[in-house]
Nanobody
């Protein structure tokens, strides 16, 4: 059974940095697009960044220039390096991935990122 597991969240001061990771366990199938999303209390889930199997990247407007997405195909791990963090970046961060020939969509359970001002 495929499972996405995020880690690396925590509490950081404004202006600081944090890196979160997402590992796809239990999958020998091909992973195509992967992405990070976040959801703050009382707000809708929003796009943070996506990365395709070929390495094409897209960022949400609110994180451009501050966040960097990357992936390691060998370990089926995706990373999100977050710099110059702001209080507005506080949210639960979720990863997703399209896996297998039918591109089934999987979500992780989320990891909390809290930025103190």
């Amino acid at each position: 059974q495929v499972q996405l597991v995020e880690s690396g969240g925590g509490l950081v001061q404004a202006g600081g940095s944090l890196r979160v990771s997402c590992v796809a366990f239990g999958s020998w199938l091909s992973i195509s697009n992967m992405g990070w999303y976040r959801q703050a209390p009382g707000k809708q889930r929003e796009l943070v960044a996506t990365i395709t199997q070929g390495g094409s990247i897209n960022y949400g407007d609110s994180v451009k220039g501050r966040y960097t997405i990357s992936r390691d195909k060998v370990t089926s791990t995706m990373y999100l390096q977050m710099n110059s963090l702001k209080a507005d970046d506080t949210a639960v961060y979720y990863c997703d991935a399209f896996i297998g020939a039918q591109s089934n969509l999987y979500w992780g359970q989320g990891t909390q990122v809290t930025v103190s001002s």
